[in-house]
C-alpha cells in the first residue's frame, strides 16, 4: 500500500498530527490578523478559533498523503474593512505561511533541546523514536508549507501579496487567468522535468532555512 502513498505507511500518523497542527495554525493566523484589523468576516464564519474541525479541507487533507500537496479550508477576507487595505492584506496574507515557519523552528528548538539535555536517554526506544519522527516532520513538513504558500500562484498566500504589491491595471490583467493557474500547479507538480526546475528549486531553500534556524539554536544552546 505505501507505493500509493508519499510517505511511508508508518509515518501516516505522524504526518496527520503535523498537518493538523500547521493547517490549523496557518488557518487561525490568517483569521486573527483579518479579524484585529477590522474584518469581521473570519469571525462571523468561525475561523478565529484553533478548532482543526473548522480549517480543515477533508479533499487537502488526503491529497497530502497520496500527491504530497494540498490544502485546508481558505478563510474569507474582506479587504475593504481595512483601514490600510493594501498593507494591511500583505500582512494577512503574510502571517500565514509564517506560521508554519515559526511551529518549525520550536520543532526545531525542541530538538536541540532533548539532544542538550538528554531527554532521550533511558526513555523507551519506541517512544523515544516516535518523538524523533514527529519532531523530524513537524520541521521539514512546516518549512515545506511555508515555502509552498509563498509562490506567486493563485489562491496560494504568495500570489495574495503579490497582488498587493503590483499596479491596479496589472493586478487585473492577472485576474484574467486565475482560472488556469491549478493547471499550471498541476503540470508543475506532476511533471519531473517542470518540478525539478521550480517547486524543486523552491524546496531546497529547506536546507539554508534549517542552517539558519540551527545557528540560532546553537548560539543558545551551545554546539
Not at 62 to 77: Q, S
Not at 178 to 195: A, M, R
Given at each position: ?92 496574507s ?19 533541546m ?9 526513555m ?31 489562491p ?27 493547471f ?12 525539478a526546475?521550480?517547486l ?24
Amino acid at each position: 500500500m505505501d507505493r500509493f502513498l508519499v510517505f511511508p505507511w508508518e509515518y501516516i500518523p505522524f504526518v496527520f498530527l503535523v498537518l493538523l497542527i500547521a493547517f490549523t495554525l496557518h488557518e487561525f493566523a490568517h483569521a486573527f490578523a483579518a479579524d484585529r484589523f477590522g474584518d469581521p468576516t473570519p469571525r462571523s464564519m468561525g475561523r478565529v478559533t484553533l478548532n482543526p474541525r473548522v480549517h480543515l479541507d477533508v479533499l487537502g487533507t488526503i491529497l497530502i498523503f497520496l500527491v504530497g500537496f494540498g490544502w485546508a479550508k481558505p478563510v474569507l477576507v474582506n479587504r475593504g474593512n481595512f483601514k490600510h487595505p493594501r498593507r494591511m492584506s500583505i500582512i494577512v496574507s503574510l502571517v500565514g505561511p509564517l506560521s508554519n515557519l515559526l511551529v518549525a523552528f520550536v520543532g526545531l528548538t525542541f530538538v536541540y533541546m532533548f539532544a542538550h539535555f538528554g531527554w532521550l536517554e533511558g526513555m523507551n526506544p519506541g517512544v523515544a523514536s516516535a518523538v524523533q519522527t514527529f519532531l523530524s516532520l513537524l520541521v521539514y513538513l512546516n518549512i515545506i508549507l511555508f515555502l509552498f504558500n509563498l509562490l506567486p500562484l493563485p489562491p496560494l498566500d504568495g500570489y495574495r501579496i503579490l497582488q498587493e504589491l503590483l499596479p491596479t491595471g496589472i493586478r487585473i490583467k492577472l485576474q484574467q487567468y486565475e482560472q488556469w493557474s491549478i493547471f499550471l500547479l498541476l503540470l508543475i507538480v506532476f511533471i519531473p522535468p517542470l518540478y525539478a526546475v521550480t517547486l524543486g528549486q523552491v524546496f531546497a531553500l529547506r536546507e539554508p532555512i534549517m542552517a539558519a534556524m540551527g545557528a540560532v539554536l546553537q548560539l543558545i544552546f551551545g554546539p
